[in-house]
RNA sequence: GCGGGUGUGGCGGAAUGGCAGACGCGCAUGGUUCAGGUCCAUGUGGGGGCAACCCCGUGAAGGUUCAACUCCUUUCACCCGCACCA
């Protein structure tokens, strides 16, 4: 009676009837409570891959599992499609970037409608549509009005190989470029910046506010923001003959409390203050000779490994104002232009690398904070001449300890964040000398791109007005397609797009034709969901508050600084502008794993891919569905393995089996409800199996829930084969199948569905129903089987009625485990309710 | 160097401090089948014993506890992020 399992019949069935009936569109007008999630939107770069099947399976469990809690569900899609790859497929292919961006949408569309993902496909947005990049130029000019836009000259990060230039972020690893690998090179460029460092702090603070997201995550981002607390040093430079002058040199330092042990001063190669002092003295030639071989190694060769410092005399003095003492400045490598000022007050007995640098040059070594066990500490007291160095000295002491050689805070404990650091910091303060001082790591992100396949940015450079941005009223500046990027151009080959008059004096003027960042498109299109189709505000702000912030967000650890901290800053600036409630954009993170083969990463370059398609036609999407969820916790990566597939095939045709055999089984004259012993077995087992698959649900233990619903099925079985047919207790086998259909549902939605609606219940899907629920007296044991220890080993076991009072709990335990009791003294007895009995005996 | 994470059978992986190895893969035996596959049943950490049972076992070494994969200390290996950051 019962008909085969056939997936590709049934998946391709129930897609069209989900989608005619817009089952999973959503309005914000429901009086149940909202729920948003949200995966990672793709690159259209090709067909899905399983790292996509894995993310937006995830995803696509917690929406359904969420819906049918009762939960308002938003679960969009869209396609994050401005950026090289397309620029580099049209050229390898001879085509407009365009045609392969909307080319390869439509086909990754198709695939993942095949998975049946339940996606709201009206809220769709695709970056490259002018009716989504107009308002990424809106923000542009809203940050512009907010003092939050720049452009400036600075060292940048140029990629050679994709001929632009690169954020901070973008420059990964051994200092290569995220995307194609390249070595990044060091150049000196005016570009656009978005000053995310205004909001440093607040990004860095707001990390404590995010308990749903991965440590890992948090601290990553804590690293990246890197803040330093100290103080900014004023020292006085001298001129040629050795007299102070009123210029300052400022530098930053964590460590103002070793002050009294700087002996010399460091530029960093890029200072331009290096080739100024050293200029047209007999200084010149080595100065020099450092700061070119710096230019000429990049940023990332000059940090690698252990390397020997280089550093010239620049022939000049500043003075150190917590002593009066003149200590001469040298330009050297190690001192990095982009980090605090690009000058350092060096003291080699507090800092390993000014150290080195000392020892390398015959500089002294006086120390400034020591151990207070140190042996030195006596001589020190005892000596009345200033020690500048101590051969027995191995290498710099940064620990805590106490400051010695230190005029009127000698004696005053050192080390980071001590007494002594603050003491110091108060005393230049005074003096106008210095100033306490927060250092951050994190830069501002350089959004402009050299490349065509981007969002313009909105900008206009005239030669009486200077920089003036477009008008908003005459957003969008559209992008033409007529660049033929396979001749290598770009909009600066195109006068046609760039010349245009100046909206302020309408005199002649010219279009900025560098884009924008990809990673602009991606920080707010979260936010663009909530009101995807408004084309006349970039969303409704009483939209975005009914559904932001989006509760949990599915994607790749690859993400946990770019695009995390991006949107971030994004949402904050948004807030302060008035268009959200929201300050951070995603209440709970889970970080997928990667999906493996043979211990790597599954990519076209190595040739290790297993094709989502194939696997849906050979097992349909259910099959791979649950695979995934199954073979590892969602956040670990994934080992793939083709046995494990069949595996899941096997249990799915199992389940399909169970429930198609019960519901055609026909017999009126049933026990009632779960009263053979066997019944009651099964009727306890689904109220279990409820329970354990709701908490795991909630959990993202979907490879525990799945384990859960085998051992459902496998007790079905059990029963089935105990119980003869005519005996069998129908009401109990429905309820179990029932039951389990329910709870398949957000992980194999087209069987499910085809079980519901044509088996189990026969009217309405599956997927709109309400979540079963478990009833504890149901799931409760009648008897119990309790452990028995003596020592803390196992030694035996009794079976007891539910509600046995302890003393005869215990006496019963201690018959079961007589043998090892015999001759010895109970010292102690613990009872765990439920779990066991342990004996302590001497 | 700093920060984060992971170590459990042949494999993927389970275990609010309470019977380690759920569930699945693989393997073995038996059944169904003309046969192969499918499917069904049973078994499957290591060692010892005819056996009821006993000993060992969660990277390593200590510790706390009646009881430790789980908590504490030390340590090893691997993975990830940052890094001449002053």
Known sequence: ???????????????????????????????????????????????????????YTIGDVIARAATMQGYNVLHPIGWDAFGLPAENAAIASATHPSTWTYANIERQKASLARMGFSYDWDRTVVTCDADYYRWGQWIFLKFWERGLVERRSSPVNWCPSCATVLANEQVIGDGVCWRCGSRVEKRELEQWYFKITDYAQELLDALEDLPGWPERVKTMQANWIGRSEGAEVLFALCDERGEPTDERITVFTTRPDTLFGCTFFLLAPEHPLAMRL???????????????????ETSVERSLGERQKWGAFTGRYVVNPVNGEKVPVWVSDYV???????????????????????????????????????????????????????????????????????????????????????????????????????????????????????????????????????????LPVVLPMDVDITKGETLADHPEFYETTCPQCGGPARRETDTMDTFTCSSWYYLRYCDARNDSAIWDKAKADYWMPVDQYIGGIEHAILHLLYSRFFTKVFRDIGITEASEPFTNLLTQGMVKLDGHVMSKSRGNVVAPEDMISRFGADTLRAYVLFMAPPDKDLEWSYEGVEGMHRFLMRAWRLVTEVCAEVSPDVPPLGTSDAGKDLRREVHRVIGKVTRDVEQFGFNTALAALMELVNAAYDYRNKVGPAERDRSTQLECCESLVLMLAPFVPHMSEELWSNYVRREGSVHVQGWPTSDARIAAADEIELAVQVNGKVRGRVVVPAGTAPDAIESAAREAVNDHLAGKEIVKTVAVPGKLVSFVVR
């Open 336 to 474: 990095l232009m982009e980090y605090g000022t690009g000058a350092v007050m060096a003291v080699p007995s507090g800092d390993q690398r000014d150290f080195e640098f000392a020892r390398q040059y015959g500089l002294p070594i006086p120390p400034a904070v020591i151990r207070e066990d140190d042996p030195m500490l006596e001589k020190l007291r005892a000596s009345q001449e200033r020690v500048l160095d101590d051969v027995d000295w191995e290498c710099a002491y940064d620990g805590p300890g106490v400051m010695v050689q230190s005029g009127r805070f000698t004696g005053l404990p050192g080390g980071k964040n001590s007494r002594g650091v603050s003491e110091v910091i108060e005393w230049l303060a005074e003096r106008g000398a210095g100033r306490a001082a927060v250092n951050y790591r994190l830069r501002d992100w350089l959004i402009s791109r050299q490349r065509y396949w981007g969002n313009p940015i909105p900008a206009i450079y005239c030669g009486a007005c200077g920089l003036v941005p477009v008008p908003e009223n005459e």
């Open 278 to 296: 050293a200029g047209g003295t007999e200084h010149e030639s080595e100065v020099r000779a450092v700061i070119e071989a710096a230019a000429r």
């Open 1 to 55: 009676m019962s008909e085969r399992y056939d997936p590709g019949a049934i998946e391709s069935k129930w897609q069209a009837i989900w989608d005619r009936d817009k089952l999973h569109s959503v309005a914000e007008d429901s009086d149940l409570p909202k729920k948003y999630v949200l995966e990672m939107f793709p690159y259209p770069s090709g067909d899905i891959h399983m790292g996509h099947v894995r993310n």
